[in-house]
């Protein structure tokens, strides 16, 4: 069973316990996480343990329950905080609720009491939990964004940002197929002048609904007769086509012809289309999209035949080498692939870039601006980490002509997996290296700035320009103690330094450390140190 965690705050060791002791929490589907005497170490604890609810007293020393409350919520806004008190005043009650407090107990406190808010409080917190769960709501959630998702899922295939297999899962989880073996993308689009001064029109006032009905023509015209999915995206009206011959492309061309003419006779505007290329594999669509709004270029020109569509071929030439390029996603994939050290998955990408190159079927010669590509891709990561190039290629001084100097395909793939899985080592090496040295620039600003009161992890991260999550991470890795743990034996190294070689008061050492409060610093010494800070004091001088 999973338990929610409590964070128990008070300044009193005889209520602590006897909360502690009086109640069965486990049964109650409670487990307390932690315990602490007052607001200060309670912030402490709260971002050790994430509890999901805080019981604490109003009045504490050093930090006062609401001033408590109020930086909790900051960083925990989930949190659920019952607040108990020996007061009954109606201004602390009030400004409690304010805060959004779920409780607010007088003492004494009956266990029967404490019992009964948490009961109440488990079965609030069940409900908020069941009902993020109920698959019955999130269901009808997702359904309601289904033509959202779908359209978005559309958008990110013809902007080439899905691999194959994300393709893959996503068109069995929206239930879409397109059975015939080949596809392609058609762009239709409005001319906005026509819309907006040129005539009159039944969507003036109202041009946000001219795609929509230029989208539901072309689906009534275009329909009868393939496969299609159709959706809006930038000012386009865009069409995915399945089709089963290559040769069904002519007429594609007249049918989306005819949804155009039938489009500018509804919408009264210069409704003109694009068609891109036919390819077999979803993930080549990206290809036909930009095909589709290059065609969309030359409609206007046709427009003297009384065309309204043009077909990529028809205009410009067949590019073979047009697909070479590596592909943004195809870089990133590979750059996080080699940072990660993960050389299964940077051969593979490495693998799949060379085997369209085989495809292409070049002269060697021409294979050089491509291989380049990939060849740029790793001198980005061997800058930014700052690696040295004579490591990394082998003391070649010339690694370009190292690579290019080559005589086959299969032997420069390999050069470049050779090369990936060095310079992925050498990242994981200066990953660690550059932890350690995290670690030493965080204790040389603490040696500089232990004294200033208002120092926290914030503004040490913002001096390192690192965030707060990350850097706690790293030190604790490192240095295999947290940094509030560490800061706090720094400041009382220093302060049982000047308590045996100086005579300053303990209000003075306190400031000298990083207390403003004197109070708490006494408090804070005694828990680190056993004794406090005029014992201690004592204890050297008894021993003189």
């Known amino acids: 069973m999973e338990y929610y965690k409590i964070l128990l705050v008070d300044d009193e060791l005889e209520i602590r316990d006897g909360m502690i002791q009086k109640l069965d929490w486990h049964q109650l589907g409670y487990d307390v996480a932690?315990?602490?005497e007052n607001g200060v170490e309670a912030l402490e604890k709260a971002d050790q343990v994430q509890p999901d609810v805080i019981m604490t007293d109003i009045r504490m020393p050093f930090m006062d329950g609401l001033e408590f409350i109020e930086k909790v919520i900051e960083r925990l806004p989930a949190v659920k905080i019952i607040v108990f008190s020996g007061f009954d005043?109606?201004?602390?009650?009030?400004?409690?609720?304010?805060?959004?407090?779920?409780?607010y107990i007088l003492k004494p406190i009956s266990a029967r009491q404490l019992e009964e808010s948490l009961i109440k409080l488990k079965k609030k917190m069940d409900e908020e939990l069941a009902r993020k769960r109920d698959i019955a709501i999130l269901r009808r959630s997702y359904e309601e964004s289904f033509p959202i998702l779908r359209e978005q899922f559309f958008i990110s295939m013809i902007e080439g940002r899905m691999t194959p297999r994300q393709i893959e899962v996503k068109m069995n989880q929206y239930g879409l197929s397109l059975s015939a073996r080949h596809k392609t993308v058609a762009v239709l689009s409005a001319n906005e002048n026509s819309l907006s001064f040129v005539r009159k029109n039944v969507f003036a006032g109202e041009e946000e609904l001219s795609p929509i009905?230029?989208?539901?023509?072309?689906?009534d015209i275009i329909g009868?007769?393939?496969?299609?999915?159709?959706f809006l995206y930038l000012n386009y009206v865009v069409l995915i086509v399945a089709l089963e011959w290559e040769s069904q492309i002519s007429l594609l061309c007249q049918e989306v012809n005819e949804a155009c003419k039938a489009a500018c006779r509804i919408t009264d505007a210069d409704v003109t289309a694009g068609i891109g290329?036919?390819?077999?594999?979803?993930?080549?669509?990206?290809?036909?999209?930009?095909?589709?709004?290059n065609a969309l270029e030359y409609s206007t020109l046709l427009r003297k035949e009384g065309r309204l569509a043009a077909y990529i071929k028809d205009m410009e030439p067949e590019d073979t080498t047009a697909r070479l390029q590596l592909e943004e996603q195809d870089e990133r994939l590979l750059m996080n692939a080699v940072k990660s050290n993960n050389m299964e998955k940077a051969q593979k990408q490495i693998s799949r870039f060379f085997e369209r190159l085989e495809q292409a079927r070049l002269p060697f010669c021409q294979y050089q601006m491509y291989i380049l590509e990939i060849f740029t891709v790793l001198m980005k990561l061997v800058n930014v980490y700052q690696l040295d190039t004579n490591v990394v290629f082998k003391g070649a001084s010339d690694y370009i002509e190292a690579v290019l100097g080559l005589h086959s395909l299969e032997e420069i793939k390999d050069w470049f997996i050779q090369a990936c899985r060095q310079i992925g080592t050498l990242i994981q090496k200066e990953r660690m290296a550059s932890g350690k040295m995290l670690v030493e620039k965080a204790r040389q600003y603490v040696d500089e700035n232990y004294a200033d009161a208002e120092f926290s992890v914030e503004t040490l991260c913002e001096s390192l320009h690192i965030s707060p999550a990350y850097f706690s991470t790293i030190f604790k890795k490192e240095a295999g103690i947290n940094f509030i743990s560490y800061l706090t034996d720094v400041r009382m190294k220093e302060a049982m330094r000047l308590l045996d070689e100086t005579d300053e008061k303990t209000y003075m050492i306190a400031a000298k450390v990083g207390y403003s409060e004197p109070n708490y610093f006494s408090y804070a010494f005694k828990k680190q140190v056993g004794v406090s800070p005029s014992r201690y004091r004592k204890g050297l001088r008894d021993q003189q």
């Open 89 to 103: 005043d109606f201004e602390y009650a009030q400004k409690a609720i304010n805060l959004g407090v779920e409780e």
């Open 213 to 219: 009905a230029i989208k539901r023509t072309a689906e």
């Open 224 to 230: 009868k007769y393939h496969e299609m999915y159709s």
């Open 34 to 36: 932690a315990a602490a």
């Open 277 to 293: 290329g036919i390819y077999g594999r979803f993930e080549e669509l990206k290809y036909s999209f930009e095909e589709a709004q």
